[in-house]
């Protein structure tokens, strides 16, 4: 069965090294040489493959849950888009756990939507209540201005999804007047840098802003050769192209997990006009994040 | 879909569209960075799409600390008027099945925008030549009808090599031959939907291997540059001479942009040695 089962591989290009053998590298160009003759055997698939293909498709759909106001539009008709004036998403484990630790609280804060996706990496949790280590993506609402939007998410979303989940997330949401922050953890062995990442003082934040975004940052600005992918990339990309003012933060760090010393490198935010009045109090802040501590050893402990 | 920078989008009509096929050795991407910060063109707009997997970052062309705090994404169209000149960068490979598409928005786009002609900077494997392509030059040209009529006899003025098709099927049936170029991305697809298109279409390739393939993208950008005359070239301007023989100096015309440093990694740690 060809199409939609091919594996995705890199291009092959074989090489000789010096001791004679042949040895398979992939090709930076990312070029599926497979993808070459499915193109022209598209045309050719059989009705299986192309069923094969569209349960796949349908399997890795990303899906956009909004909690509708009370009395507003009836089932089956297209919920009004959102006002919003100031969006911040948090991408990944340690983003999502800043926003949980100094701005999220259950009393100021609703939950107004869910997305429910699945991919190789990672299935998105049901619930709403969810852990730090949990894989999920939930959109909330500040209850005394309901045009400030927060989205936490920490589930990995796939490239084939992401534009998925760009369209149905701003689609769902006004344009005008807005405003939007992206916070992004990767890591520091990434950073592009003359001297060696190992003497570079991480973790540290590095910001990259749209045309229309005229206000100050927190940091400095990402230099060039530095690039930044996945939903973080993908949302910056279309504010860029759309020209909404926006602002990414990306912190390089040299833990991949959950982690305090990472979290708390985002700070300087919390003195942004975006973040500043949102900020939750700073003995109910050191609570959340003592909280956080607990539950990922609970989870990385195997030894008593 | 094309979005301009601002207002309702500039008039390509006429215009020449330079872009680059992703594929082996990224050398069709780095010679088009070259044209782009050689000729310092101007960005006129994106092309968005759901094609490509998303990138950004700061303005790879930055010349001073005023220029580079511009974002950059994964695909970009910028233009030359005094050249009639549109090119559009491509940043980051393919998403899966989405080769097809592309090239349906990317064609459309041409047509729609009334472009004259479009040149596709490509390469292909060079493992994969026959024996008679290890011999001569490594550059390669390819026209649709369209074009040929048009151009095919100063290509033939330039002694370009055109290039080769090889066997359907190799040791049954040597007569039926078809177009293969290993390596080179959605390359194939993108010239035969324009042959069927009858839009006016040049494949300009070279063969490669991964690798630092700074040299390979001067010696495409080269190649373009005998036909099209983008940059004085200091080297004779003679057909008799191949490019491998052209004189080295014409490298230094193009200008590097500064997004190629730290191509092969970052610095050492001190505590290695």
Sequence with gaps: ?304 | MFVPCEGGGPDLQGFTLLMPAVSVGNVGQLAIDLVISTLRMTKIGYFYTDCLVPMVGNNPYATSNENSVELSINAEVYSLPSKKLVVLQIRSPFIKNKYRPFCQALLSWVESSKCARVILLSSSHAYQRDDEQLLGTPLRYLLTPALEKAVGGHMQELKWKEMEKIAAYPGINDAEKVLHIPGGGITKLLFTESCSKGIQMAVLLKFCSEGDNIPDAFALVNYLNEWLQLIKSKGSHSTDISPEQEIPDTASQWKIPSSWRLLFGNGLPPALF
């Design chain 1, 1 to 304: 069965m060809r199409g939609a089962l091919r594996g995705r591989g890199r291009g092959r290009a074989a090489m000789a090294t010096f001791f004679g053998e042949v040895v398979a590298a992939p090709s930076r160009a990312g070029v599926d040489d497979d993808e070459e003759e499915a193109a022209g055997e598209a045309l050719e698939e059989t009705p299986e493959d192309r069923e094969i293909r569209r349960r796949v498709e349908e399997k890795r759909e990303v899906a956009v849950r909004w909690a509708l106001p009370a009395g507003e539009a009836a089932p089956g008709v297209a919920p009004e888009p959102l006002p919003c004036s100031r969006f911040v998403v948090a991408v990944g484990h340690n983003a999502a756990a800043f926003l949980s630790s100094f701005i999220l609280d259950s009393t100021c804060w609703e939950v107004v939507g869910a997305v429910k996706l699945w991919n190789e990496w990672c299935r998105t949790s049901n619930t709403t209540n969810v852990l730090p280590t949990d894989s999920f993506c939930l959109f909330y609402r500040l209850i005394s201005d309901p045009t400030v939007l927060l989205c936490q998410c920490s589930c990995y979303v796939a490239e084939d999804q992401q534009f998925q989940w760009l369209e149905k997330v701003f689609g769902h949401i006004r344009k005008e007047g807005l405003q939007v922050t992206i916070l992004s953890t990767c890591p520091v062995a990434d950073y592009k840098t003359q001297e060696s990442t190992l003497t570079l003082p991480s973790p540290f934040l590095k910001a990259l802003k749209t045309k229309e975004f005229k206000e100050q940052v927190c940091c400095p600005l990402l230099e060039q050769p530095n690039i930044v992918r996945d939903l973080p990339a993908a949302v910056l990309s279309y504010c860029q192209v759309w020209q909404i003012p926006a602002v990414l933060y990306q912190c390089y760090t040299d833990v991949i997990k959950l982690d305090t010393v990472t979290i708390e490198a985002f700070k300087p935010l919390l003195s942004s006009e975006t973040l500043k009045n949102l900020v939750k109090d700073v003995s109910e802040s050191t609570k959340s994040l003592k909280k956080l501590l607990t539950t990922n050893e609970n989870h990385n402990n195997i030894y008593i």
